[in-house]
């Protein structure tokens, strides 16, 4: 099972760190991955932590704003973002699985996601 913590209504230029708390299974085991989905939007894959290496990778919309990383003691990741901007809101999802690329076909744990809101 996947938690998912932190959203908020915030206005743009602000931060946030959202949460993802694992129980059931071994986080560090799999890859992780944030993914959002807007209103009327596809989802979209934000940042992925392959389970080989953990080094985490990210869209380009959210490069060197948001920053993911795992906390192996206490089977959880975060996702923290700063400089949020309006574009940004949208329900945040994490997600666990087998798929190095977060292709969400091979991520078979979901979170009920999280809201996020960006005010301009």
């Known amino acids: 099972q996947l938690v998912e913590s932190g959203g908020d209504l915030v206005h743009s230029g602000g931060s946030l760190r959202l949460s993802c708390a694992a129980s059931g299974f071994t986080l560090a085991y799999e890859s992780v991955g944030w993914f959002r989905q807007a209103p009327g939007k596809e989802r979209e894959l934000v940042s992925c932590s392959p389970a080989t290496y953990n080094t985490p990778k990210y869209s380009d919309s959210v490069k060197g704003r948001f920053a993911m990383a795992r906390e192996h003691a206490k089977n959880s990741m975060f996702l923290q973002m700063n400089s949020l901007k309006p574009e940004d809101t949208a329900v945040y999802y994490c997600?666990?699985?087998?798929?190095?690329?977060?292709?969400?076909?091979?991520?078979?744990?979901w979170g009920e996601g999280t809201q996020v809101t960006v005010s301009s």
């Open positions: 997600a666990a699985g087998w798929s190095s690329d977060c292709n969400p076909y091979g991520m078979n744990r």
